[in-house]
């Protein structure tokens, strides 16, 4: 089992940026791909960044590249979402999530991820 734990989400203006942090605990963080995904209020959980293993290998949602940054601390058990210039459509609960080995071509598919945390709000006001 992997615990993960979220925080840095809440209210910012359009423009403006936020990180979020995901703990992992339980097993080796290392050995998990970590992926951020989001879901809207009526809408389905999407795909928005993940990571390799080793964080080699990033893979970005069209919508967020050039405005969002996934990174990780293997040493710390963290991965980081840095978000800049926000939208009001970015307004989401953001999940991170571990899978085991998942080949960069299939990061963004949500049934490679076994462990999810609780979420975190990210709310983007116009």
């Known amino acids: 089992q992997v615990q993960l734990v979220e925080s840095g989400g809440g209210l910012v203006q359009a423009g403006g940026s936020l990180r979020l942090s995901c703990a992992a605990s339980g097993r080796t963080f290392s050995n998990y791909a970590m992926g951020w995904f989001r879901q809207a209020p009526g809408k389905e959980r999407e795909f928005v960044v993940a990571s390799t293993r080793s964080g080699g290998n990033t893979y970005y949602a069209e919508f967020v590249k050039d405005r969002f940054t996934i990174s990780r601390d293997n040493a710390k058990n963290t991965v980081y979402l840095q978000m800049n210039s926000l939208k009001p459509e970015d307004t989401a609960v953001y999940y991170c999530?571990?899978?085991?080995?998942?080949?960069?071509?299939?990061?963004?598919?949500?049934?490679?991820?076994?462990?999810w945390g609780q979420g975190t709000q990210v709310t983007v006001s116009s």
């Open positions: 999530a571990a899978g085991g080995t998942i080949v960069p071509s299939n990061l963004p598919a949500i049934s490679q991820y076994s462990f």
